[in-house]
Each structure stands twice: as C-alpha cells, then as structure tokens.
C-alpha cells in the first residue's frame, strides 16, 4: 500500500473479462512508476480466479468474490470497491467509460468525496497531482485538467490507451467484505440478449453507416440502396438508432456493436468517441459529413464535407456504373 | 408515480465551439444552446410513464441558455409543472454544484422518480445524474434505455444497456435516480401551434434556491481543439465527383463485386 499506487477496476461484463480492462493496466503503469508505486487491479466478481492469468501486467491483483457480484447492480459494486479503495488509499483510481463505469465512477466518488474527472484521454503524473488529458464536446473540445486531490477517480475512455502486454508475476490476494454486500434498492433481475434475426452487423465486409445527419427514418431507404448495391448492411450512430430509425442491433459503438469491416462508409455520422470506439478499425473509412470539424474526419481515410443526402444518389448511380 | 425530470442546456455541437479568454472554459456567450438530448429522453420516459401509470411530471431546469423555449415545449409535451431555478447570468455550475442546486428545489416536490439524463457533452469534472442522487441521499443507476412500471407498488423495471444490443434489466424500489441514456420511444414531435399555447398557458414556478457553494475538486488549465495525428484526405469537387471518386477507390481496392 502506498500513495503513489493506482488502483485499475478490472471491467467483467457477464462473466468475461473486458479487453478495456488492459488498456487501463496500461493507464496505470504509467503514473504507478512515476511516483514508484505499484498498479493494483481490483476484481469484482463472483469468482475471479479464471482472469488471474489476463492481468499479469498488475503488480499485485485484489479479488472480491462474492455472489452478489455474480450480475451487475450498483450498490454491492460500490459497497465493495469503496472498502478496497478506502484500504489501499492510492493516488488514482482508473474506471472504464463503459456501462458499469458510468455508475461506478460517479458513485464511488461521491462516496469517497474525491474528484471525477470523466472522458480521460491521458493521464500523468505531475509531483503529487495528476495532470488529465480529457475530451468532451463529443469529441469536439479537449481539456487539460490538474487533480490535486488523493484518491483521484479517473474514468479512461476505451481506446485510449494500447492493452497492457508486460507479463509479471502479480501477487493475488483475495479479500472478504468486512460485512454483507447490500443487495441495494435496484437489483439484477435478468440479461436481455438481441433477438435473432436481424443482420449481424459484424460479419459484415461492408457497411453504410447513418448518423444524425441523415435527417428523417424515410432517408435510410437511400442508405439502403447503397448497402445494397455494395453487397453490405446498413448500421447506425446512437442518435439514429434513439431516434427509432433502426434497430439496437444495428448500432455501433460503445454501447452497441464494435465492427471491423473492410468498408466503413460512414453518411451524417459526426464521430463521437463512442461511436469511433466501436469502427475504428476498419480497414477503409470513407466519411461524409458537412462540418468540417466533425471528429470523423479524423479517424476517416477519406472524407467529403457535403451533405449526404445530396451525395447518396449520385453514390447509388456511380457503384452501379463502375460495377457494369 | 410522481416524476421529477431535469431538463439541461447545452451547446449546440452543430455550431462551432469557442474557447473564451482565459482559455479554460467555453466562451458560453457565443454559444448557440439546445436541450441536452438524454435530458429530452428522460422527460420523454417520464411522460411515457405517466401515460401507462398516471401521476405527474415536473421538469425542473437551472435558467440559462435558451431554457424558456425548452420548458415551454416540454409544457407543450404534457408536463405539470415547471420550475425554473434562478442563476447569476453567466455562472455555469460543474454538476456537483448543480447538483446541489437541484436538490434544494427538489425538497419541495412530491418525487417517486428523478430522471436525468445519463450525460451531458459538456461535462467533465463530475456526473449530474449520480451527483444528484447523492445530495439527495437516493439510490441510483445509469445507462438506462427504457423504463416500466413494476408489477410490485412502488417499483420500476428499467433497462441497463450493455455492449453488443445487450440490456440488463433491472428491478428498481423507489424512490430513485435513473441516468437515462434513451427512452422506450424517440422524443415525441409537438406543433409550434401546441408550444405557442403554452407560452400563453403556462406559468414557471421560480423559486429562490440557495445552495451551500460546491467548488469544482479538479482545476482546468485549459481547452484546446483535438489534435489529430491523421486526417482523411478530402474529396472535393460536386456530388457527382466525389461519387465518381468514390467508386473509382472502391474499384481499386476491390470492393466492388
């Protein structure tokens, strides 16, 4: 235990450990040396044993098994990472951007009256603070950020860093809850999965993706039209799929789909981190969009700034001609 | 089920963003605002809910931006009551401080639920949604894509989004905090006509609420515009063009079959 360790909350989504959770491995390493501390990684779950092996680059590992960490509800989360955090006083605790870490960050923090900062894209050491690189504004704006307060929680958003590969031998400790894990007023009841049927977006080789700028639900038929004439499958931004253009399962993202195609064709899609979280490794991302500050740019191959509903017509006619 | 929902402004990303003076905050004065778009999903649940279960619906909102228009459409939308929380012009408080604000006006409410939205774009030293659950000592949970009424008095069921269209769901004893991220239905559409009415009809509840000062735990040095490493080469020209040109790099890496 020191002030200069980092505690990584290792991310376990049904019953699998999260890649992220190496990327924050990779987080911590770097502010841990700095300061001579070590990178613990803190596992909640209801047995973590089997992800021992996968977070070797952890100096020292700290399992919480329990049953009531079995399926995601806050309170026993929170009670369990508030007793480890409070124990080990490190100068930073990193959380994942994800679904559990949206709760888990906040909640913790105010339990812990220490800082949040959110949308972390870089974190070092600076003598006794931290300083944080953080994007927000959908991608749009950047801050740099000085935490001065210990325990700092650090939510680091997927991509951010390369997984973590050292492998060590990391020292595993398993700790019991001083008392029960309270089951909370809001409790796990059951795992909805996608229903069977629709097109799997992730087996797709080429995809048209629709954003806000798509405008209307009727604009996805010209969407449709291309897919089709590409031999691939319409996908969607979190906008889209909240307006009820298409399906959830159609979604990319953080919260939806992470797609590798070999086209990524992205139409009105302006490049929140979320959604470039879940396409960026496409082999060949053609974006159009009308602002020319629009983050897809950045992460795009190749890029037009017009508007694509103006475009997808003449797009439609050009494959069917280049194709014969 | 007597629903609080918080309605919030923030800048309109289809504008750009300027930096002010100082260079660690937003110049706000050039901002054009709009509603945060998980707050609309919110107050979209939150009339969802008092269709299928009856109760009542009030939005709460600091006064800033453009926040009139917003609450005079969710008036419009079907929400009962209106409060609007005076704030020194030009003060933009981080979500702990807002928090604080917004659980001092809600003292006064009836409140089974409080909805907010599950994020805002610009936030980064803190979470509204858990922040105020916190300051108002409630049970909380985020990421929540659709909310029922539960089989049990006094309960909900909401819907936890996970990756891969994955959804847990929930059951959640009230009262409590949802972060909503979307609502069982896109936002509903209102006429101008039905928002024009209810700037005749409506009247805003603002009450004087003061709040014990809840300084940020974290200090910006400042903003900057992302820097990118790469940079899509641009395609210029008319649509025709760039279609053309489209096509010719997508023969060329054959993936026109």
Redesign the interface.
């Known amino acids: 235990m020191s002030a200069h360790d980092v505690l990584v909350v290792a991310e376990v989504q049904r019953q699998a450990l999260a890649d992220i959770t190496l990327e924050l491995l990779a987080a911590a390493r770097g502010v841990a040396e700095a300061g001579g501390g070590q990178v613990i990684c803190l596992v909640l779950s209801a047995d973590g044993t089997p992800f021992v092996p996968a977070l070797a680059p952890a100096d020292r590992i700290v399992l919480v098994n329990d049953p009531q960490l079995a399926d995601y509800a806050p309170d026993p989360f929170v009670a369990a990472a508030f007793e480890v955090v409070a124990a080990e006083q490190p100068r930073a605790v990193l959380v994942a951007g994800t679904s559990v870490g949206w709760d888990l960050a906040p909640l913790l923090a105010s339990r812990l009256q220490a800082p949040l900062v959110t949308g972390c894209k870089s974190v070092t050491a600076d003598g006794p603070g931290l300083v944080v690189d953080v994007s927000f504004c959908g991608g749009k704006m950047m801050a740099e950020v000085a935490v001065g307060q210990s325990p700092a929680v650090l939510m680091i958003m997927p991509g951010s860093y390369r997984a973590a590969t050292a492998a060590g031998a990391a020292r595993v400790e398993t700790r019991e809850p001083a008392s029960p894990l309270p089951a909370g007023a809001v409790r796990f009841r059951e795992w909805v999965l996608p229903e069977a049927g629709d097109v799997d977006i992730t087996q797709q080789d080429v995809l048209v993706a629709v954003g806000r700028g798509i405008q209307q639900k009727d604009n996805v038929e010209l969407a449709e039209q291309l897919a089709q004439a590409l031999g691939g499958a319409v996908c969607a931004s979190r906008p889209a799929v909240d307006q009820g253009w298409l399906p959830a399962t159609r979604q990319v993202g953080k919260s939806g789909m992470t797609v590798r195609p070999k086209l990524y064709l992205a139409l009105g899609v302006s490049g929140a981190p979320e959604h470039l979280e879940g396409m960026d490794g496409s082999e060949l991302i053609i974006a159009v969009n009308t602002d020319p500050k629009a983050p897809i740019f950045d992460a795009a191959h190749y890029g037009a700034e017009v508007d694509a509903l103006d475009l997808l017509p003449a797009l439609v006619e050009a494959v069917g001609a280049k194709k014969g | 089920m007597n629903i609080m929902v918080v309605v919030r402004q923030v ?1 309109d ?2 504008e ?2 300027e ?1 002010d003076a100082s260079g ?1 905050s ?1 110049d706000w004065d050039a901002a054009s605002f709009i509603i945060n ?1 998980c707050d609309d ?1 919110a107050l979209e649940q939150a009339l969802l809910l008092k269709e299928a279960a009856g109760g009542t619906v009030t939005v709460v909102a600091l006064d800033q931006g453009d926040v009139d228009n917003t609450l005079y459409t969710a008036a419009a939308k079907g929400a009962d009551r209106i409060v609007k929380i005076p704030v020194d012009d030009g003060w933009h408080p981080s979500p702990r401080a807002a928090a604080a604000l917004y659980a001092e006006a809600a003292k006064d409410l009836a409140k089974d639920l409080v909805l907010v939205g ?2 805002a ?7 509204l ?3 105020l ?2 300051a108002l000592a409630l ?5 929540i ?1 659709g909310v029922q009424a539960g089989s049990e008095p006094g309960s909900v ?18 009262p ?1 905090v949802l ?1 909503i ?2 609502a069982d ?2 936002p509903r559409y209102v006429p101008v006509s039905r928002i024009r009415a209810a700037m005749k009809e409506s009247r805003f509840e603002e009450p004087a609420v003061a709040a014990a000062p809840a300084a ?13 490493g ?7 020209g008319s ?2 063009d ?3 040109r ?6 060329e ?1 054959g ?3």
């Open positions: 800048p990303l289809i750009s963003l930096i660690s937003l778009e999903h599950v994020q774009h610009d936030e980064l030293d803190g979470v949604a858990p922040a659950a916190a049970p909380y949970v985020g990421v894509r069921v909401a819907c936890k989004e996970f990756p891969g269209a994955v959804m847990a769901r929930l059951d959640v004893r009230l409590a972060g991220l979307g239905q896109p940020s735990l974290v200090s910006v040095h400042k903003l900057y515009p992302p820097v990118s790469t940079r899509a080469e641009m395609l210029v649509e025709s760039i279609a053309g489209i096509a010719a790099i997508l023969a890496k993936l026109l079959k």
